[in-house]
């Protein structure tokens, strides 16, 4: 797999793996403002897709369809999200009603999006989320939150699929309850708002395995 970067800071490490023969390309407008298109491997950790990553990898993903994505929760919200498309355009946000995914609520996230993508607000969080991750984001950003290699895989994340208008996937590691490692894939699916604005982001997440201790 070949890297294409348009530009990027000097201090950024990005290192390829075979995933998938494409090229990445990663596309940067400030040290916390850049997009990823096609598939690349960026900072982060473990074990996605089948492959072994080394411990500062992680994955970002554009989601050409629902086989892309390898859990139930991800695969339904995805189906709902397209769902909700009329004549191919976005989402509104006002169109989602979280009475149609109840079982998943536990793992779906609301995002905001805060100057046209440079941040990211956790509008609401689901409770197993909260869980997994030992303490509650609801009402933060993204630029507050504390791990380096988690603010630049949900910066990843949320401005590909923010610029991008089109769904995301990314895959990395956590350290969770009773310090575990746990391996987390999370969807990103855009909405729009009134101006077709990408203000919202969908986010739906899968954790493996699964803490046990209880919420």
């Not at 189906?79 to 793992?107: S, T």
Request: net charge positive.
């Amino acid at each position: 797999m070949s890297l294409r970067i348009l530009p990027a800071p000097a201090s950024r490490l990005i290192t390829p793996t075979p995933l998938r023969p494409a090229v990445a390309e990663l596309r940067s407008r400030s040290d916390n403002h850049f997009a990823l298109r096609s598939h690349c491997v960026y900072c982060t950790l473990g074990i996605c897709n089948g492959v072994n990553l080394s411990k500062s990898l992680f994955t970002v993903d554009a989601v050409a369809n629902e086989a892309d994505l390898i859990a139930p929760t991800l695969r339904d919200l995805y189906r709902y999200w397209q769902r909700l498309r009329v004549n191919g355009a976005l989402p509104h946000r006002r169109a989602i009603n979280p009475a149609d995914f109840v079982p998943h609520l536990g793992l779906v996230n609301l995002i905001d999006v805060v100057d046209g993508g440079r941040d990211f607000r956790f509008r609401l969080i689901g409770s197993i989320v909260d869980h997994v991750l030992q303490r509650s984001y609801t009402g933060t950003t993204v630029s507050d939150y504390p791990r380096r290699s988690g603010r630049e895989h949900l910066m990843a994340i949320f401005t590909s699929a923010t610029l991008e208008r089109q769904p995301y996937v990314g895959c990395g590691k956590v350290t969770s309850v009773n310090f575990k490692e746990v391996t987390y894939w999370s969807v990103a699916l855009p909405l729009r708002d009134d101006e077709a604005s990408v203000s919202t982001l969908l986010v739906s997440n899968h954790f493996s395995p699964l803490p046990t201790t209880p919420l």
